[in-house]
């Protein structure tokens, strides 16, 4: 997931693996696992916000947080905005529990996106 956002970036903005690796300091071959979904994006603030700065990614804006929130999913985390929101850590098994057996399709998915950023109206 992480991988790709940043590939797909990477390629509009006209920079090879190996110049964006340069920018952002990593190893370009260790850098392709990334890109690949075979090693865990980086979890450093630091990195994530040079990653940004270098794709023009804005911080504080939708594609940052998406980029951020996709590198916490691909190592396994939670995003941490959500993680110290209790309440809905406590439902989230339920909902992990619905999405597996019920399988919604990419409609539904985002119906129910646009419910919870309503806050159920």
Do not use: Q
């Not at 630091?46 to 804005?58: G, Q, S, T």
């Amino acid at each position: 997931m992480f991988g790709k956002f940043i590939k797909e970036r990477r390629i509009k903005k006209g920079l090879t693996l190996r110049e964006f690796c340069k920018l952002i300091e990593v190893d370009a071959s260790n850098w392709s696992k990334i890109e690949r979904g075979l090693l865990t994006p980086p979890k450093s603030e630091y990195k994530l916000k040079k990653i940004a700065e270098i794709l023009e990614i804005p911080i504080g804006s939708d594609s940052w947080f998406e980029m951020k929130d996709r590198a916490e999913l691909d190592t396994g985390n939670i995003p941490t905005d959500i993680r110290s929101d209790k309440e809905l850590i406590g439902h989230l098994p339920m909902f992990f529990r619905t999405i597996r057996s019920e399988k919604p399709s990419a409609e539904e998915l985002e119906k129910l996106i646009d419910i919870i950023r309503k806050g159920g109206e």
